[in-house]
């Protein structure tokens, strides 16, 4: 669940008042925080926390209050405290949005966004995955004017450029990759066979498709004729089977 501190209190009724993330200041206050959240989510048997934000900027639009900040020294050093508190108590963390949904304009709730030329936020992630971050969730972001990282006109989620070329291959990160919410971004929902293209760009959980069982015969009919793609699927199982064994629900 997306178990922030800002939307914490939202998502579970009667839980201790937290501060947004925009407050939290110091790695002490992260810590406590995080241990605090970890406590209700393993209460109600939650493994997965989609949380934290680590974009920059705490005026974009669909972020506001849900940033650690606007210094990237200082989200970098929160994130990641945030991710080992959560991490020590078996809860795993999820960096997100990549490659960084704070210094764009407007929501992708509501709108297909851009990063326009540089990925100015991808450093944040470099710390953080050698630290140790389980997991990284995919933001609906098109990237253009970038002869690198163009994204061609499709979201970062469904951009093998995005997902396998820059996170899993250049910055070498060997956790579960996850798409995000697929079902109300309208950034996302206008795109034909969204989530399969999502799991063809390499992301290893598809987050809320529209039609599950859709999204289930999609992936496996292009299994059939494509074996790569076959393989792909089949090492994103195995990741995620192997997490759950970790957790100790297997």
């Known amino acids: ?14 839980t201790e008042k937290i501060m947004n993330t925009i407050d939290i200041k110091t790695n002490e206050e992260c810590d406590s925080i995080a241990h605090l959240i970890n406590e209700e989510l393993k209460a109600l048997g939650i493994h997965q926390n989609f949380a934290p934000v680590c974009d920059i900027s705490s005026n ?35 960096a997100k949005h990549f490659p960084g949904h704070g210094l764009v304009k407007g929501d992708t709730h509501k709108q297909s966004v851009y990063i326009d030329g540089e990925l100015q936020e991808v450093d944040i992630y470099k710390p953080l995955i050698e630290s140790g971050v389980i997991s990284i969730m995919v933001a609906h972001i098109t990237v253009l004017n970038n002869p690198l990282y163009d994204t061609k006109g499709l979201p970062a989620t469904c951009s093998r450029t995005i997902v396998t070329d820059l996170l899993k291959n250049e910055l070498d990160f060997k956790g579960i990759i996850i798409s995000d919410a697929l079902n109300i971004m309208k950034a996302v929902t206008i795109l034909e066979k969204a989530p399969l293209k999502a799991s063809m760009a390499g992301c290893d959980m598809i987050l809320m498709p529209i039609d599950e069982l859709e999204t289930m015969n999609w992936i496996l009919e292009e299994m059939k004729s494509n074996p790569i793609y076959k393989k792909q699927v089949e090492q994103s199982v195995k990741k995620i089977i192997r997490l759950k064994i970790c957790l100790g629900l297997v």
């Not at 997306?2 to 209190?9: G, R």
């Not at 900040?69 to 991490?87: H, P």
């Open 60 to 94: 974009n639009e669909a972020i506001k209050n849900r940033s650690f900040g606007s210094d990237k020294k200082s989200v970098t050093e929160l994130s990641r405290q945030f991710i080992l508190s959560t991490q020590e108590d078996n809860i795993v963390a999820t």
């Open 1 to 14: 669940m997306d178990a922030e501190p800002s939307l914490f209190n939202g998502r579970i009724s009667g």
